[in-house]
């Protein structure tokens, strides 16, 4: 986009001669330049959008996004709609068990509604989660038929498990007819994501019935793109997006829950080009090895002082620690680096590609420190000079 500025007589020009734009119409008044001076300026960067709610209600909101890039608007609000309607995690009861019931075309004594009724009663129940469900949880119905009249059960009387919570505790299930009514059940509830139908639920007794179960918290979804302002560009999009929820999800939560699925997604061909993070020594040791006391390798005496002085006594401490770093330890050389990756790949807590590999010591004497420190004591004693010849 380019934009043009008219200078006027009242925009003065300070600027060099050489560094001065052309120049139309100059003329001179009082000793100072003056003149009309057209400018191009281009717009490198573009306005950001925002989010902003609209409305909201029960389990219902409203947002508009604005300014989108001219087409944007369809493609967020498309993959948005379908990430809603699909992938965001929820609750549902997956199959029953009913006494005496044994498929969903029978009909349950004293009772108004047959099994195929109960089901459809039983699949608008909401439920939302409370705490990690390690598996299906189950949950009981018990209800007798009163002394005169019917009596109507709903969700609120079944006995829910402490990992969920019913949103709809006035969801009719069932109308027991006569005092004699008995209606004994027992619900499985699941956590998935979007839809699962009967054919693909799990049965794992005889007498459970599979039950169509709708995962999604999501209702409904739907968008619209209208064409806003930007200067002097009306290309730009806006995005309003409606949402509404079954009560177990907040649409704020829905929302964003959406937007990091797709980020998560998309980070995924964003990073294709990075190169691989080289997997570290911990990336395969596990932490039982890790906090494996160094002493259980059968590593000398000499080795552990020298390791322990730097308060390292641990087997994850030395993985983590380059030969440089380790030969940097005073009384620790190239025989005790030796013999600590020896005994480090003889219990498999080094990688198959160093296991066996060899390290070049230039600049460096067999000798390790310790033995030099202990010749020159000696040396000293004797009245010798270790770095003077000595003739016997």
Excluded at 39 to 65: A, H, M, S, W
Excluded at 203 to 215: K, M, V
Aim: hydrophobic share 35%; aromatic share 6%.
């Amino acid at each position: 986009m380019v934009l043009t500025r008219m200078f006027t007589d009242e925009d003065r020009i300070e600027a060099d001669p050489v560094d001065q734009p052309p120049v139309a119409n100059e003329r001179v008044r009082d000793g100072e330049q003056y003149g009309v001076v057209r400018r191009q300026v281009r717009l490198l960067q573009q306005p950001e959008f925002t989010i902003k709610t609209i409305e909201t209600g029960r389990n219902y909101g409203r947002y508009q996004i604005e300014p989108l890039e001219p087409g944007y608007g369809t493609t967020l609000g498309n993959a948005l709609r379908r990430i809603l309607l699909r992938s965001l995690p929820g609750c549902a009861i997956s199959r029953i068990r009913i006494d005496n019931v044994w498929h969903e075309f029978a009909t349950i004594p004293n009772v108004r509604e047959d099994v195929t009724e109960v089901v459809l009663n039983l699949k608008s129940i909401r439920l939302r989660r409370i705490i990690e469900m390690h598996g299906d949880v189950r949950a009981h119905l018990y209800a007798r038929g009163e002394g005169s009249g019917e009596r109507i059960v709903t969700a609120g009387d079944v006995e829910w498990p402490a990992e969920v919570e019913l949103v709809n505790d006035d969801q009719q299930i069932a109308t027991l007819d006569g005092p004699d009514a008995v209606l004994d059940m027992d619900l499985w509830i699941s956590r998935d994501r979007g839809y699962r139908p009967a054919e693909a639920q799990e049965t794992y007794a005889l007498g459970e019935i599979p039950i169509d179960a709708i995962f999604t918290p999501i209702q409904r979804v739907n968008f619209v793109i209208e064409h806003t302002r930007v200067g002097q560009n009306v290309d730009y999009d806006r995005l309003i997006l409606e949402i509404l929820t079954d009560g177990t999800i907040e649409p704020d939560d829905a929302l964003s829950q959406s937007a990091q699925i797709l980020m998560d997604h998309a980070r995924v061909f964003a990073e294709f080009t990075k190169p691989e993070p080289e997997l570290s020594a911990n990336s395969f040791i596990s932490e039982e090895v890790q906090n494996k006391p160094l002493a259980d390798l059968g590593l000398s005496p000499r080795v552990l002082n020298a390791l322990r002085s730097k308060q390292i006594d641990k087997v994850g401490q030395v993985l983590t620690m380059d030969p440089d770093q380790l030969l940097s330890i005073r009384n620790f050389g190239p025989r005790s680096l030796t013999e600590l990756r020896e005994k480090l790949g003889e219990y498999g807590y080094l990688p198959e590609a160093e296991v066996g590999a060899s390290f070049s010591f230039d600049g460096m004497d067999d000798e390790e420190p310790e033995t030099l420190n202990a010749a020159e004591a000696i040396a000293t004693l004797g009245g010798l000079a270790v770095n003077e010849d000595t003739d016997e």
